[in-house]
């Protein structure tokens, strides 16, 4: 008892630092925001007749309060942590049907490791069905799933996707739902959706079925942890989904603020697909991203269960994590310029989820390299060459654009240490590696936003992420 209330205690007292931290911060920037403004009229005027500084000190300003509300947003977030999450009870009575929807295409290496995960979760077996579409498969995954049949507790269908067929993960989607509805009459109260990588808890069933008993929602995501962190790669990339599930979904779920998926592990009710007449129109290179839009601006109610756990690889390779941020990356760029995208942006019931979206799809990096070389060559221009005032400025740049890079900068870090405090409660890592981990957090986003440049100039197209060992927890 005594535990217990000492670990609340504690999550309470870190709750109310991380808010500390984020208001100080926030004090900074617009402090900041305001010297700004003071310097733009005062030092170089705003009705200045240098024209170089008009326009730079213009265009800075005008970058500060495009940002703004983006900043003001992770404010929000990091102010709703202080919010206690609801509780409710898990109910030992098993009632409603699941099916478990899986693409894999050569996933040999780790397809095992899910089945042995799906026979050991804490479910009625004969309220599951598991439906795996091989999908252009040229190793032996079919072949180990066709043997996995013999010993499965739960029904296990495999349908195989032509090979002329698109290997987009949308289509496979979409073929999958197709050949459900068209073969199999009786249908499911919930479908999840998976990858062949992921690891299952066993108590993850239990979890997401009293969480959609206690919450009125139609569509639920769930926690997802990376296993590979020890894998510089592999934390980089993992740390993405960790602050996504264990700061942004957390926070969200408190405020009874629509959430997103993150790729897997979400569930939906059997309405959501009727909805959408069994079709799964979402083929862009993030389509997680693109049916949450969706979905949310229909006004689906999308909830987060934190304590239905699953596991999964990230890449552990350069080449690996870098296929994959460009895949994010163009992803986003389709979504921006897509009308229907940008239509369900706007049509969203919710100021915070409209400003996420918005944010979330449009090519930032072009306004901060932008406004960063511009700021640059103006100081170089304007200055006598060589002079000690060059590198200052360059160095130093602007109020307006300091303060951006410094509260970026600042929420990166807050994120990480609010993100992973959470992940290595769960993991229980050595302090040392949890250090390491805070530090490494602005890392893994400021590489995930730079890798968005090669994607400006890039054709849309999906690559299988290579798996070099089974999935372990």
Same mark, same amino acid.
């Given at each position: 008892m005594n535990s217990s209330k000492s670990k609340k205690a504690s999550n309470?007292?870190?709750?109310?630092?991380?808010?500390?931290?984020?208001?100080?911060?926030?004090?900074?920037?617009?402090?900041?925001?305001?010297?700004?403004?003071?310097?733009?009229?005062?030092?170089?005027g705003i009705v200045s007749t240098d024209i170089a500084s008009w326009v730079v000190n213009s265009l800075n300003l005008a970058v500060?309060?495009?940002?703004?509300?983006?900043?003001?947003?992770?404010?929000?977030?990091?102010?709703?942590?202080?919010?206690?999450?609801?509780?409710?009870?898990?109910?030992?009575?098993?009632?409603?049907?699941?099916?478990?929807?899986?693409?894999?295409?050569?996933?040999?290496?780790?397809?095992k490791s899910l089945l042995n995960s799906f026979n050991e979760l804490d479910y009625p077996s004969q309220l599951q069905t598991i439906f795996i579409c091989v999908n252009n498969s040229t190793d032996d995954t079919l072949s180990i799933i066709q043997e996995y049949i013999k010993i499965s507790k739960v029904k296990i269908y495999i349908i195989e996707k032509p090979f002329k067929q698109n290997n987009n993960k949308g289509k496979t989607i979409d073929f999958l739902l197709n050949y459900i509805n068209q073969h199999y009459l009786n249908k499911f109260d919930r479908y999840a959706f998976w990858d062949a990588d992921n690891v299952i808890d066993k108590k993850w069933l239990n979890h997401v079925g009293a969480f959609f008993d206690n919450n009125a929602i139609d569509c639920l995501s769930t926690c997802r942890f990376p296993t590979n962190t020890d894998n510089i790669w592999g934390y980089l990339r993992g740390f993405v989904f960790i602050m996504e599930s264990e700061f942004e979904n957390v926070n969200k779920q408190n405020a009874n603020i629509d959430v997103n998926f993150t790729?897997?592990?979400?569930?939906?009710?059997?309405?959501?697909?009727?909805?959408?007449?069994?079709?799964?129109?979402?083929?862009?290179?993030?389509?997680?991203?693109?049916?949450?839009?969706?979905?949310?601006s229909h006004g689906v109610r $999308?909830?987060?269960?934190?304590?239905?756990?699953? *596991?999964?690889?990230?890449?552990?390779?350069? =080449? #690996?994590? +870098?296929?994959?941020?460009?895949?994010?990356?163009?992803?986003?760029?389709?979504?921006?310029?897509d009308k229907t995208s940008r239509n369900n942006i706007f049509h969203l019931n919710n100021t915070i989820n409209r400003t996420d979206w918005f944010y979330r799809s449009f090519p930032n990096t072009i306004i901060f390299i932008f406004s960063i070389v511009l700021n640059i060559i103006t100081s170089i221009l304007t200055q006598p060459l060589f002079n000690i005032c060059i590198l200052q400025s360059i160095w130093q740049i602007d109020l307006a654009?300091?303060?951006?890079?410094?509260?970026?900068?600042?929420? $990166?870090?807050?994120?990480?240490?609010?993100?992973? *405090?959470?992940?290595?409660?769960?993991?229980? =890592? #050595?302090? +040392?590696?949890?250090?390491?981990y805070v530090l490494l957090g602005p890392v893994s986003l400021m590489i995930t936003i730079i890798l968005t440049i090669p994607a400006y100039f890039a054709k849309p197209q999906w690559k299988p992420i290579p798996r070099a060992h089974p999935t372990k927890v």
């Amino acid at each position: 008892m005594n535990s217990s209330k000492s670990k609340k205690a504690s999550n309470i007292f870190f709750k109310f630092i991380f808010a500390v931290i984020a208001l100080v911060t926030y004090a900074i920037s617009a402090f900041l925001f305001i010297s700004a403004i003071v310097n733009a009229i005062h030092a170089k005027g705003i009705v200045s007749t240098d024209i170089a500084s008009w326009v730079v000190n213009s265009l800075n300003l005008a970058v500060l309060l495009f940002y703004l509300p983006m900043s003001t947003m992770y404010l929000v977030y990091i102010l709703l942590g202080v919010i206690p999450s609801k509780k409710y009870h898990v109910s030992i009575i098993h009632k409603c049907s699941y099916a478990h929807l899986v693409c894999a295409r050569n996933e040999g290496v780790v397809i095992k490791s899910l089945l042995n995960s799906f026979n050991e979760l804490d479910y009625p077996s004969q309220l599951q069905t598991i439906f795996i579409c091989v999908n252009n498969s040229t190793d032996d995954t079919l072949s180990i799933i066709q043997e996995y049949i013999k010993i499965s507790k739960v029904k296990i269908y495999i349908i195989e996707k032509p090979f002329k067929q698109n290997n987009n993960k949308g289509k496979t989607i979409d073929f999958l739902l197709n050949y459900i509805n068209q073969h199999y009459l009786n249908k499911f109260d919930r479908y999840a959706f998976w990858d062949a990588d992921n690891v299952i808890d066993k108590k993850w069933l239990n979890h997401v079925g009293a969480f959609f008993d206690n919450n009125a929602i139609d569509c639920l995501s769930t926690c997802r942890f990376p296993t590979n962190t020890d894998n510089i790669w592999g934390y980089l990339r993992g740390f993405v989904f960790i602050m996504e599930s264990e700061f942004e979904n957390v926070n969200k779920q408190n405020a009874n603020i629509d959430v997103n998926f993150t790729g897997c592990g979400f569930v939906v009710n059997q309405k959501i697909l009727e909805g959408l007449n069994w079709k799964w129109n979402f083929h862009k290179l993030v389509e997680d991203v693109e049916i949450s839009m969706h979905l949310q601006s229909h006004g689906v109610r $999308m909830g987060y269960c934190q304590n239905a756990i699953f *596991y999964d690889q990230q890449p552990t390779t350069w =080449s #690996a994590f +870098y296929t994959q941020g460009h895949r994010w990356a163009k992803g986003s760029l389709q979504l921006f310029f897509d009308k229907t995208s940008r239509n369900n942006i706007f049509h969203l019931n919710n100021t915070i989820n409209r400003t996420d979206w918005f944010y979330r799809s449009f090519p930032n990096t072009i306004i901060f390299i932008f406004s960063i070389v511009l700021n640059i060559i103006t100081s170089i221009l304007t200055q006598p060459l060589f002079n000690i005032c060059i590198l200052q400025s360059i160095w130093q740049i602007d109020l307006a654009t300091s303060s951006i890079i410094l509260f970026t900068t600042l929420v $990166m870090v807050a994120l990480s240490i609010i993100s992973i *405090y959470r992940f290595c409660k769960h993991k229980k =890592s #050595a302090w +040392y590696k949890n250090i390491y981990y805070v530090l490494l957090g602005p890392v893994s986003l400021m590489i995930t936003i730079i890798l968005t440049i090669p994607a400006y100039f890039a054709k849309p197209q999906w690559k299988p992420i290579p798996r070099a060992h089974p999935t372990k927890v």
